[in-house]
C-alpha cells in the first residue's frame, strides 16, 4: 500500500497570500496525483488530476506539480473561499489511498 | 448537472448489516466507473471500494474486503454498498463518487453510518 504524507498538517495564512502544500508518497506514483479540497459540511471536491491538470471549473490561482513521490499543490493569492482542509490522492495501483489531509486556516 | 444521492445510512449494531445505495441522474450511468469514499467523524477520507462501468470489476480497500461488496444496476442507475458484519471502526459518512480514471470527480453529499450498540 502507497502511504501518502501530507505536510503541513495545518498552516496558518491571510487572505492574498501564496501557499504551498506538500504531498510524499512512499513510492513512485509516476503522476497519478489528485488533489482535493472539502469544506465543513461539504463532500470533496476534486481540483488538480495527474499531478498538474485543472479540474473542470476549478480557478486558475490552483496548481499542481511534482513527479515520482514528491508533490505540491500551490495557491497563488488565497481568497477567503480557500480556507478549508486539502487531500491528495494517489491512483497508480490497488488499492488507492488518500493522504491525511493540510488544513489551511486563516492567522 | 450530475447528481449523486446516497441513502440507507442509520444505526446499526455491531455485527449487523446494512445496504448503501445511491441514485444516480444527470449522465450515463453505465459509461461511468463509480466509487465509494468514506470519512470517518473528525477523520480524513478512506478509500472503500471501485466498481467498474459493467460492474464487472470491483475492487475494495482491506479493511472491508471480504465484508463489503459493491455492485451497480445500470438499468436503474444506482450504485449500492452491502455492508456486512460490521464493526465500530466502520462508523463514518459513506460518499459516492463518480470515478474519471480512478479519481472521484463528483460527489454525493453522503449517508451516515454510525456502528454501535
Known amino acids: 500500500e502507497i502511504v501518502l504524507t501530507q505536510s503541513p498538517a495545518t498552516l496558518s495564512s491571510s487572505p492574498g497570500e501564496r501557499v504551498t502544500l506538500s504531498c510524499r508518497a512512499s513510492?513512485?506514483?509516476?503522476?497519478?496525483l489528485a488533489w482535493y479540497q472539502q469544506k465543513p459540511g461539504q463532500a470533496p471536491r476534486l481540483l488538480i488530476y495527474?499531478?498538474?491538470n485543472r479540474a473542470t471549473g476549478i480557478p486558475a490561482r490552483f496548481s499542481g506539480s511534482g513527479s515520482g513521490t514528491d508533490f505540491t499543490l500551490t495557491i497563488s493569492g488565497l481568497e477567503p473561499e480557500d480556507f478549508a482542509v486539502y487531500y491528495c490522492?494517489?491512483?497508480?495501483?490497488?488499492?488507492?489511498?488518500f493522504g491525511g489531509g493540510t488544513k489551511v486556516e486563516i492567522k | 448537472e450530475v447528481q449523486l444521492l446516497e441513502s440507507g445510512g442509520g444505526l446499526v449494531q455491531p455485527g449487523g448489516a446494512l445496504r448503501l445505495s445511491c441514485a444516480a441522474s444527470?449522465?450515463?450511468?453505465?459509461?461511468?466507473?463509480m466509487g465509494w469514499v468514506r470519512q470517518a467523524p473528525g477523520k480524513g477520507l478512506e478509500w472503500v471500494s471501485h466498481?467498474?462501468?459493467?460492474?464487472?470489476?470491483?475492487s475494495h480497500a482491506d479493511s472491508v474486503k471480504g465484508r463489503f461488496t459493491t455492485s451497480r444496476d445500470n438499468s436503474n442507475n444506482t450504485l449500492y454498498l452491502q455492508m456486512n458484519s460490521l464493526r465500530a471502526e466502520d462508523t463514518a459518512v459513506y460518499y459516492c463518487?463518480?470515478?474519471?480514471?480512478?479519481?472521484?470527480?463528483?460527489w454525493g453529499q453522503g449517508t451516515l453510518v454510525t456502528v454501535s450498540s
Open positions: 495527474d499531478a498538474s
Open positions: 444527470g449522465f450515463t450511468f453505465s459509461s461511468y466507473a
Open positions: 466498481i467498474s462501468e459493467s460492474g464487472g470489476s470491483a
Open positions: 490522492q494517489h491512483r497508480n495501483h490497488w488499492p488507492l489511498t
Open positions: 513510492q513512485s506514483v509516476i503522476s497519478y
Open positions: 463518487a463518480r470515478s474519471s480514471s480512478w479519481y472521484f470527480q463528483h
